[in-house]
């Protein structure tokens, strides 16, 4: 499946990851070189305003099976949604709300086949993007009442340079995997994390705030 994204940020970046390990083509649009070169080279970016039809056209908006609008602007994510759909006839079109109180314009009329809440576990992304074989596993773990939770290393973080080992993972709880430049990994004990990684836990107890202290 291709996709396309519009934003290289914190859901940007971890979308593209997580798709990317699930074997789809992806391409990232972002006006932030920066942002970009992040990434790393396993990903198609393009620098521009995704708001531009120029823009999403020359990232191959015509061959897209799925586009993501995850700017961190409302209006910019409803304008890369409308064109999406109506220029360019993308069969799902997702995009992010970072203000609830616009949430109720991120529907059909917009072109949003799916409004994704800023605060929204990656999961649900998952499920919604339509052919990604590997959503049914995590959606049977959702039903069973077990929670994928996913955090960020970065250079601050009280978990970068130590090993799995070190931590006090929480009881109930499984550090499932890592993403490290768009690869991921099954994480021993000895696996020491870096700024950059993107960590997937599964856990019956831990909250959000439980995972975030146990590494941030």
Not at 88 to 93: D, I, K, L, T, Y
């Amino acid at each position: 499946m291709r996709v396309l994204i519009a934003g290289a940020g914190r859901l940007g970046e971890q979308a593209a990851h997580l798709l990317a390990a699930t074997g789809h083509e992806i391409t990232v649009v972002d006006q932030d070189q920066h942002r970009l070169d992040q990434l790393g080279e396993r990903y198609h970016a393009v620098r521009g305003d995704a708001c531009e039809p120029a823009v999403l056209e020359t990232a191959g908006a015509l061959r897209t099976d799925l586009m993501l609008a995850a700017t961190g602007e409302d209006e910019d994510n409803l304008v890369i949604a409308l064109l999406a759909k109506r220029q360019f006839a993308v069969r799902r079109v997702l995009a992010r709300t970072n203000d609830p109180d616009n949430a109720w314009l991120f529907d059909r009329r917009w072109g949003v086949d799916v409004a994704l809440p800023s605060a929204a576990p990656l999961v649900s992304l998952l499920e919604e993007a339509a052919d990604v074989t590997d959503t049914v596993a995590l959606m049977r773990l959702s039903a069973a009442g077990v929670e994928l939770i996913e955090t960020r290393i970065a250079e601050t973080s009280a978990a970068a340079g130590r090993r799995l080992a070190d931590l006090a993972v929480p009881p109930g709880t499984v550090v499932a995997a890592v993403v490290r430049e768009g690869q991921p990994s099954v994480p021993g004990p000895d696996h020491r994390f870096r700024p950059g990684d993107t960590v997937l836990v599964v856990s019956v107890r831990a909250t959000e705030s439980d995972v975030h202290d146990l590494f941030q």
